[in-house]
């Protein structure tokens, strides 16, 4: 909301109006549950929406899987895979990654070539970069 000096009188006055209800509505919401329900009412109601459907066993074997296991044959794990091995969907296994920032695709430490030929290749592909001069 702009200030009273900027703006025109009527909407300063129009969004105080409107502010100051909607702050007495909660207040009247809050109190007239506390009021109604006592000490139960300073609690949280239940949220909307259908309740989980993975349990808390689950959550913990897919970021264990994740941080300590490798699959066989794999430099890391895929959703799908750590999906099916742990019985939940791949979506799920998303979502619990990214709950935990887990990013089991990024390298975190630098691996040397064991190319022998590595130099070779190198400034064959990139004469200009690696050129003596």
Known sequence: MRSASTAPHTLVTLGRRDLKSFQGFLLRRVTGTVVHDR????????????????????????????????????????????????GISATSVHRIWRAFGLKPWLVEDFKVSTDPFLITTTTATAPSTCSRR
């Open 39 to 86: 000490c139960a009412g300073l609690s949280d109601e239940p949220r909307p929406g259908v309740p989980r459907t993975i349990s808390d066993a689950q959550v913990e074997e897919v970021v264990v899987r994740t941080l300590e296991e490798v699959p066989e044959g794999a430099t890391h794990w895929s959703k799908r895979e750590l999906a099916k091995r742990v």
